[in-house]
């Protein structure tokens, strides 16, 4: 068991290490689109790669979800499998946002024998996120 502190700095050390292996810029918030963003997630259970919708108009929001939604069949025989499509997910904060994410189980941060899997992890399902959106950016952008 590690200190607060301890954690801290190996989870520090997990994403410098990251950034080193695979030294590219990520799209992440880079998408156009104003509250939607691709992100990195990893815990002492599990590492998931997310897509997030955070638009403030709910109307909004949807439309963005059930554009991806319509894409389903084609990003996930193209692109990724396993994706969980989630129209109404709430944040630690309360907030309601749509999520959609693919997730790697039975790993954790805090032991770094599990980081090769987990950064590799990261870099294939990331980069057919994005090579997904490449392609499709102006289906899902023009609401």
């Keep these: 068991m590690y200190s607060k502190q301890e954690n801290q700095k190996l989870k ?10 695979y030294p590219r810029k ?17 815990d002492n259970t599990k590492a998931q790669v997310i ?9 909004k929001r949807i439309v963005y979800f059930e554009k991806l939604h319509a894409l389903k069949n084609i990003l996930e025989e193209e692109f990724i499998k396993d994706l969980v499509f989630e129209k109404n997910f709430t944040l630690e904060n309360g907030k309601t ?24 992890f990261f870099n294939e399902k990331m980069t057919a996120l994005e090579l997904f959106y490449f392609e499709y950016d102006e289906f899902i952008k023009d609401i």
């Design 12 to 21: 520090q050390e997990f994403w410098v290490t990251f950034a080193e292996k």
């Design 26 to 42: 990520w799209m992440l918030y880079n998408t156009k689109i104003k509250d939607f963003s691709f992100k990195f997630f990893v």
């Design 51 to 59: 897509i997030d919708i955070e638009e403030r108009s709910e109307e």
């Design 97 to 120: 946002i749509c999520r959609i994410w693919v997730e790697k189980l039975d790993v954790t941060v805090s032991n770094p024998k599990y980081w090769d899997e987990i950064y590799s």
